[in-house]
């Protein structure tokens, strides 16, 4: 087996991309990615520069016209376009596809009216829709079953790393385009046209690479077949998402974080303007976002490596919009520029642990709807926002805030648009929060201090305990459990709210335990099962009942804990001590009784009070219980602060004023001394 193993591990498989039909696929759709992202940069730009001289209003809503052109096409033909692709020849739904957007992108510069501007993009687009189904439908075809996260992966790089690419691409060509005005007359101040070109050349280049792609199955009838329609899809995803808090969380979240960039890329023309950047400073505002996400999944999420990552996720939503609100009200864009980077590394760092999160708790038959589901959402919120944000930009115009008497603060609408989407993000970001947070009652400022620090928080600090937690311990028959529940009335007639439990089975799994444990029926269990289940029924309990107790504020009594499991198992069925204390810690996750209170009686004289059939344990031999007896005294004798012994064979009003005089120690407001009682006249705890 252990040599089998060790073959199976050294036999690596190849890089997904050493599979030469997916490399040819995945290069094509690399090209496309970067025409598609040059080609939403360009034709934006191109859109403010026909309509530059009909003043800022128009010039908003002309922008915000290419974004409508682009999204209309997926909301009204997607469903659509979908079928057909699963009905068609793929490889050549795909090659006819580039064909027609090379021509129809070549058209924009050549005609170079801004009406043909939109009724291209919207063309482009149906395109777009056929070619995008056909080619994810292509990717199982040519990609083994488990290498299809790793080619998913990789598609995912590669739609978004090509936009930094593009925006680097943009501003270098705007740069270059007024050198090369000089040669070629035609392209004086028109920056974009050289754009355009080379979007197009990328779609041609596609056309050639997936023409030359014989790999992609001919019939996929059954593909059509299983495959369920939008809108089922779309209510199914539904009714999970809305159904599981953390997921509806992290889609809220992920979704806020969208319609924060797409806030940005939507005015960012704008706005650049108006602060005196051209192109290449558009282009560099563009990159800047891709940049920060870049640089926030990999190096935000190593900094802040020991933050709850629910915490962290809707942190950094909360911090992008802040970070937003600030772009937009500060005017210089080099600093705009550095808060771009930074709003982009917010957004990377929620879009990796999002992703990363479904797929870690979404069940298996339910992950790769939520993914598809996400992608449609986003994609829906990114294109509303982004026509949405100039649209608004452009009604709101331009304003002059007085400043005093001389100096002028200039607030447009691309402002409104960013301070609105800012705290949009935010307030996104505070929900996604409270509908995740796994560490409440953890100031999220201390945890964040000590996750910069690199320090991870220790889980006795996570509880912030505030209540008491007082165990008893004994053997059998040795009165423990008439004694706690005195001592509970005793503390609820202080005024303190005590909750009374004990072990085994205080929860619904503690109670099935609990009858595996005593039932006499299982004999034979073995000494480690048993020392399990008892851990298993303790950290059930720890879980559910005294944690929750002690962070309430309640004082927890609880007759038995984890003295009895290295009294019993480790010195009774002579386990090693150390290993019982090693399943306890973990269990109980280090929690440790404030006040151990041992009563301490012979077990000749406990078991001799014991009435009824005896149990498993109590069945066993008189030196199992004489070791259980000495390890728990060692016990206590070891710890004497945190240990009352108690005489158990002392009459039982004795024994319980001498707990309360050693309980009274811990209590926060001193409870007056009983002395009166000493001949044991307490009718309120007398049984
Ligand atoms: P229970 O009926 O609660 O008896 P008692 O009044 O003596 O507490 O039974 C609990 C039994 O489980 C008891 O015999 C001791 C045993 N036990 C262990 O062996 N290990 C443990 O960790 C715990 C909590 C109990």
Redesign the pocket.
Same mark, same amino acid.
């Given at each position: 087996m252990t040599t089998l193993g060790r073959n199976t591990a050294r036999r690596k498989p190849p890089h997904v991309l050493a599979n030469a039909p997916f490399r040819k696929l995945w290069t094509a759709m690399s090209v496309c990615s970067l025409g598609d992202w040059l080609n939403l940069l360009a034709l934006t730009a191109l859109a403010g520069n026909l309509t530059a001289g009909e003043g800022y209003k128009f010039q908003s809503l002309a922008i915000g016209g290419v974004f409508v052109a682009k999204m209309l096409p997926a909301i009204v033909l997607g469903p659509l376009a979908g079928v057909f692709a699963d009905r068609f020849d793929r490889r050549l739904t795909m090659f006819f596809c580039d064909l027609l957007r090379f021509a129809l992108v070549l058209s924009i510069p050549l005609i170079g009216s801004y009406q043909w501007v939109i009724i291209a993009t919207f063309l482009v687009e149906c395109v777009n829709l056929f070619w995008v189904p056909a080619k994810d439908a292509t990717v199982p075809n040519l990609v083994p079953k488990e290498r299809l996260e790793e080619a998913n992966q990789l598609n995912l790089l590669v739609t978004y790393g090509t936009a930094p690419i593009a925006a680097l691409l943009f501003a270098v060509l705007s740069v270059a385009d007024d050198a090369l005005a000089n040669l070629v007359p035609f392209l004086a101040g028109r920056d974009t046209y050289l754009a355009l070109f080379i979007n197009a050349l990328a779609y041609l280049v596609s056309a050639v690479i997936i023409f030359s792609l014989k790999d992609i199955p001919k019939n996929h009838r059954d593909a059509a077949a299983s495959t369920p329609s939008v809108l089922r899809q779309i209510v199914e995803g539904w009714r999970f998402v809305g159904g599981n808090r953390l997921i509806r969380g992290l889609i809220i979240g992920m979704l806020g974080a969208f319609a924060a960039g797409g806030a940005v890329v939507g005015v960012a023309k704008i706005y650049v303007d108006a602060l005196g950047g051209g192109d290449a400073a558009y282009g560099v505002v563009f990159g800047a976002v891709f940049v920060g996400m870049a640089s926030g999944m990999f190096f935000g999420i190593k900094l802040l490596k020991e933050l709850s990552r629910r915490r962290l996720f809707g942190l950094s939503i909360i911090v992008a919009g802040l970070v937003l609100v600030a772009i937009a009200l500060v005017h210089n864009l080099v600093i705009v520029v550095l808060l771009t980077v930074l709003l982009g590394a917010c957004a990377g760092i929620a879009w990796i642990i999002g992703y990363t999160m479904i797929g870690l708790e979404v069940d298996d038959s339910l992950r790769g709807r939520t993914f598809s589901f996400l992608q449609s959402l986003a994609r829906v919120t990114l294109l509303l926002v982004v026509a949405v944000a100039p649209t608004l930009a452009g009604l709101f115009g331009r304003r002059v805030i007085m400043v005093g008497r001389e100096a002028v603060y200039q607030f447009d609408g691309s402002n409104l648009v960013l301070v609105i989407g800012g705290l949009l993000a935010s307030i996104v970001g505070i929900v996604a929060l409270l509908q995740m947070d796994d560490r409440k009652g953890v100031p999220i400022v201390s945890d964040l201090i000590s996750a910069v620090r690199g320090e991870r928080f220790a889980p006795e600090e996570t509880e912030q305990a505030r209540g008491m937690f007082i165990a008893f311990e004994? %053997?059998?028959?040795?009165g423990?459990?008439t004694q706690s529940r005195l001592l509970a009335i005793w503390l609820r007639d202080q005024g303190f709210d005590v909750v009374q439990t =004990?072990?085994? %089975?205080s929860t619904k799994v503690g109670m099935r335990l =609990?009858a595996i444990?005593?039932d006499a029926v299982h004999q034979g269990l073995s000494a480690r099962s048993? +020392?399990l289940l $008892? +851990?298993a /029924? #303790?950290a059930e309990h720890v879980e559910k009942v005294i944690r929750p107790a002690l962070y309430r504020g309640s004082m927890v009594i609880s007759? #038995? $804990? &984890?003295?009895?499991?290295?009294? $019993?198992?480790g010195a009774? =069925?002579a386990l090693d001590r150390a290993d019982v204390v090693r399943i306890?810690t973990w269990a109980t996750g280090g929690l440790v009784p404030d006040l151990t209170v041992l009563i301490d009686t012979p077990p000749s004289i406990g078991l001799a009070r014991l009435g009824g059939a005896a /149990? =498993?344990?109590?069945a066993e031999p008189l030196e199992f219980h004489e070791r &259980?007896r000495r390890e728990f005294r060692s016990l206590a004798a070891a710890e004497p602060d945190r240990y009352a012994v108690i005489d158990g064979t002392l009459p039982q009003d004795q024994i319980s004023l001498l707990i309360h005089d050693r309980v009274r120690e811990l209590l926060p407001d001193p409870v007056p001394q009983e002395s009166e009682d000493v001949t044991g006249t307490m009718p309120a705890i007398r049984d």
């Open positions: 004994g %053997g059998e028959g040795s423990k459990t =004990r072990e085994p %089975g =609990r444990l005593l048993e +020392a $008892y +851990a /029924d #303790r007759d #038995r $804990y &984890v003295d009895s499991s290295l009294a $019993y198992q009774g =069925r306890n /149990d =498993r344990i109590e &259980v």
